[in-house]
T-cell receptor, first 110, second 115 residues
Framework: DVKVTQSSRYLVKRTGEKVFLECVQD?????MFWYRQDPGLGLRLIYF???????EKGDIPEGYSVSREKKERFSLILESASTNQTSMYLC?????????FGSGTRLTVV | GNSVTQMEGPVTLSEEAFLTINCTYT??????LFWYVQYPGEGLQLLLK?????DKGSNKGFEATYRKETTSFHLEKGSVQVSDSAVYFC??????????????FGQGTRLTINP
């Protein structure tokens, strides 16, 4: 089974901190995605990557950046965390047969 | 742009009741359609999918039919169980380039089944 592993289940950070959310997949997938999940809004795409060092903005990229130096790892970076970035963050990877999601990181910015 | 609209929750049913969760979409072209389920504390799991009009996806007693004429993909189950309690997301795939296909999600519907 494909595994998508997010390094932290819960994080608490202070306003203004630089935050790194890590995601690793073990099946050599080219496509990886970062979504945020908020009640009543579903999942919204922040950034995605379809190859190493390639990245594209999703629907809500403001305040975020990403890094993909190796195929298996896709990092989401909050340059200066704000309280409105308190959310559940989900990473996913994709192969021809479909998407696999990680268990999520619940980030609280105080 | 493309979008997905689901019926608002939460939905609360008794065990063995019939379930329908409505989903409609707006899209250019012919997207694939999906239902994902999220159990408490977990990520999303694919429940079923359909890739073209009139296709029926099914899994674990759940079914949904891709209706192009009504742009709908309603989720149904004949007899729900307590273990079906979860959040359900309808989604479509978009993107012209095979490798850059993205999922667009509805807002999610929380389902609670009481014994």
């Amino acid at each position: 089974d494909v595994k998508v592993t997010q390094s932290s289940r819960y994080l608490v950070k202070r306003t203004g901190e630089k935050v790194f959310l890590e995601c690793v997949q073990d099946m050599d997938h080219e496509n990886m995605f970062w979504y945020r999940q908020d009640p009543g809004l579903g999942l919204r795409l922040i950034y995605f990557s379809y190859d190493v060092k390639m990245k594209e903005k999703g629907d809500i990229p403001e305040g975020y950046s990403v890094s993909r130096e190796k195929k298996e790892r896709f990092s989401l970076i909050l340059e200066s965390a704000s309280t409105n970035q308190t959310s559940m963050y989900l990473c996913a990877s994709r192969a021809n047969y479909g998407y696999t999601f990680g268990s999520g990181t619940r980030l609280t910015v105080v | 742009g493309n979008s997905v609209t689901q019926m608002e929750g939460p939905v609360t049913l008794s065990e063995e009741a019939f379930l329908t969760i409505n989903c409609t979409y707006t899209a250019t072209g012919y997207p694939s359609l999906f239902w994902y389920v999220q159990y408490p504390g977990e990520g999303l799991q694919l429940l079923l999918k359909a890739t073209k009009a009139d296709d029926k996806g099914s899994n674990k007693g759940f079914e949904a039919t891709y209706r192009k004429e009504t742009t709908s993909f309603h989720l149904e189950k004949g007899s729900v169980q307590v273990s079906d309690s979860a959040v359900y997301f309808c989604a479509l795939s978009e993107g012209r380039i095979q490798g850059a296909q993205k999922l667009v999600f509805g807002q999610g519907t929380r389902l609670t089944i009481n014994p």
